[in-house]
DNA sequence: GTAAACCTTAGAGTATACTATCAGTCAAGA
DNA sequence: TCTTGACTGATAGTATACTCTAAGGTTTAC
């Protein structure tokens, strides 16, 4: 049973364009034709594209996954290097993740920010809060923004001073 | 106290071109400049610049920002309007969160099939493994990829078939 | 026989976010 | 005074990944 470039797009949840596109920039070139030239997808290229598309999800570029797939036709003897690439990829993912991590903290932190606003009716509410006020991942939020904001230079500089 | 484009630019990790970038956009009106013209950052524009680079790290495009900064202006009027900006873009980073952690775990995946691998010195090695000698969270990925990849209308069928 | 519905490639166009270059202004130090 | 260095805006260039268009080929239905 073989597939179209417009089958394997919507079982991939990709655009048929995207696949062609992969394909001339050389990340296809296990799939098959047929007389006219058409590409006809088996079932065990559908697995191989989708590890293509993880990679591409995991923030590696169309070139850095070229690059992988030309050791994967080398063989064996490249083993090492392509595991050294996806731990690489692993790492990578790991910071992409915590960076949203941390904005995601800043949007929580604005959400509270504004649904107190909304409810006294202006953002001036604000202004004088104490700390004791704020739930408490909100406050270390807050924290957190005020330790990456401020200068410590000048804080230490003014603390210096008698 | 004030300080220059490349003093905020080091110590908000940004480049003084993107910052100069951000003010060419709009993102920065609220900086002030002295009399040759120059911006003069006060300690103050440190946080809310610090909130821009957080909404772009969060996947908000510098057009998405520059709106949310004219809400910002247009005052408490549109505090409701704001908040709505803020949780959309909360549930558009958890996708991207998830997202990630679903290309991670292909990356775990890869990793163990080329663990494995190294050490029998070929990929032949997985040809005909039984999932019983797979680590179980490895065996949940594989199961996940071909859930993923397998057309269920195909197998639907082929079971149909008496 | 011809139109519809697929597929093909080459190549142009688009969006985004920088990033670099350039010519010019200004202030401070030798 | 002159040089150094940091700033300015305008504008051009780059990288990435599509995304679209155009021109053409096959197969199938009527």
Not at 65 to 75: W, Y
């Amino acid at each position: 049973m073989y597939y179209t470039v417009c089958e394997v797009a919507r079982r991939l949840n990709l655009s048929p364009h995207t696949i062609r596109f992969y394909g001339k920039e050389g990340l296809l070139d296990f799939v098959d034709r047929d007389q006219n030239g058409n590409r006809i997808f088996k079932e065990s290229d559908f697995e191989k594209l989708f590890i293509i598309a993880s990679l591409k999800r995991s923030g590696m570029t169309i070139k850095q996954i070229k690059e992988f797939t030309v050791l994967c036709d080398k063989g064996d003897s490249t083993i090492l290097q392509r595991l050294n690439i996806i731990k690489k990829q692993r790492e990578i993912v790991d910071e992409e993740i915590t960076k949203l991590q941390d904005a995601l903290d800043v949007l929580k932190y604005k959400t509270w920010l504004y649904e107190v606003a909304l409810e006294a009716g202006t953002t001036a509410v604000h202004e004088h809060m104490p700390p004791e006020e704020m739930p408490p991942n909100i406050r270390k939020i807050k924290e957190r923004i005020r330790l990456l904001t401020d200068d410590m230079e000048a804080r230490y500089k003014k603390a210096a001073i008698p």
